[in-house]
């Protein structure tokens, strides 16, 4: 069992128990004040593991309601949003009582975002049951829905009042949704710990890593808890939490959020802001870290470069209207991330234009 005391406000903990799903009634109980809660999930999640959860919470005292989202990034989306918040009326929360949220990213923000809204907050605990949601989404309370010009663009910072994982449901995940996962744990060892990075080349499979994977959870959610903890509402330090994301986002928002998985987009959107750092001098070190990074993409069938083809100018259009409203602008600026090394990240102040230029070379455009 791992606990992280995150110092937020308010302050909260993150538990990594292996086995744990059973007795997270209990947990959530020990921080509830009410004893009603509206377990939020998805339809990918829930025929797996809500019932065990509405069991847990109903033997610690909790009268459940459950509301179920198709699974999915299309789903997180202000018409969903609004439908929780109808179903929280109907089933008449109060500032007392909580929700859950079980599953992954989507079903996180979603309800963490519900969570900051209805009644002006309730309390809400997080049940993140992917890898990207457990190193990742889970902490740090960002919680927000998509619009059509992009990702992220309406919501909240909002902090859950528990996180707990059991990481034994990694073991249901399809390959394809933990190597999206992989992204993020990857992009930890880029911008924080270069011997995490390293404990990684060495371990370049998910059967590699599952032996581990309490210490990569623990990992993730430690480095991203002292950045949170520095600057939690994303003015500063916060921003090298980005990494890939600035051009990631776009990837996904040019594939209407099903092309490409946010764990892909995310890692193309990595390799380009290496290039791009290459060709403005900001990222150094050696062509081997550099090589080992991309080797690392490819071990977890992650993509190095999203193609666009040359002819294709709504395409490009999409992508750079997308980037140009990243929520890290500042008037004409945007606020890249890049590595100094493997293990160093480092925010640089840019013109959208300059940005969009280098994206361009990137993508033989120039």
């Not at 109903?58 to 999915?72: E, L, R, S």
């Not at 293990?343 to 013109?351: D, F, N, Y």
Request: glycine share 10%; proline share 4%; charged share 20%.
């Amino acid at each position: 069992m791992e606990h992280l005391r995150i110092q937020t406000n308010p302050p909260y903990e993150i538990r990594i128990d292996s086995g744990s799903m059973d007795r997270w009634g209990e947990a959530v109980a020990s921080v509830a004040r009410g004893r009603r809660c509206a377990l939020i999930t998805d339809s990918a999640v829930g025929p797996l593991y809500a019932q065990r959860v509405e069991r847990s919470l109903q033997g610690a005292g909790f009268a459940v309601c459950t509301y179920t989202i198709p699974a999915g990034e299309r789903s997180k989306n202000i018409t969903t949003y609004g439908d929780i918040l109808e179903f929280l009326a109907e089933h008449r929360l109060t500032r007392t009582d909580c929700i859950a949220a079980l599953g992954g990213g989507v079903v996180g923000d979603l309800a963490g975002f519900a969570a900051a809204t209805y009644l002006r907050g309730v309390d809400y605990v997080q049940l993140p049951t992917t890898l990207l949601a457990q190193v990742d989404s889970s902490v740090g309370g960002k919680t927000a829905v998509d619009l059509v010009h992009g990702k992220n663009l309406c919501g909240a910072f909002y902090q859950p009042r528990l996180v707990l994982m059991d990481p034994e449901v990694l073991f249901t995940l399809p390959d394809a949704v933990f190597s999206d996962g992989m992204a993020e744990v990857i992009k930890y060892g880029c911008i924080w710990d270069r011997s995490f990075f390293d404990f990684l080349c060495s371990h370049p499979s998910r059967a590699d890593l599952m032996p581990h994977i309490e210490t990569v959870l623990r990992t993730c959610c430690a480095i991203k808890g002292q950045v949170v903890e520095e600057d939690e509402h994303d003015h500063g330090l916060r921003m090298i939490l980005n990494f890939g994301h600035t051009i990631g986002h776009a990837y996904e928002k040019l594939g209407n959020y099903t092309t490409y998985t946010h764990g892909q987009a995310v890692a193309a959107g990595m390799s380009d802001a290496l290039q791009i750092g290459f060709a403005l001098g900001v990222s150094g070190g050696s062509d081997e870290g550099y090589t080992a990074f991309m080797d690392l993409l490819k071990a977890f069938r992650l993509p190095t470069h999203i193609h666009i083809p040359r002819e294709d100018e709504q395409a490009w259009r999409t992508v750079t209207e997308t980037v140009g409203l990243d929520k890290k602008g500042d008037g004409d600026d945007i606020t890249m991330i890049f590595l100094e090394r493997i293990g160093k990240a480092v925010p640089v102040k840019m013109k959208k234009d300059a940005v969009l230029a280098h994206l361009a070379a990137v993508h033989g455009r120039a």
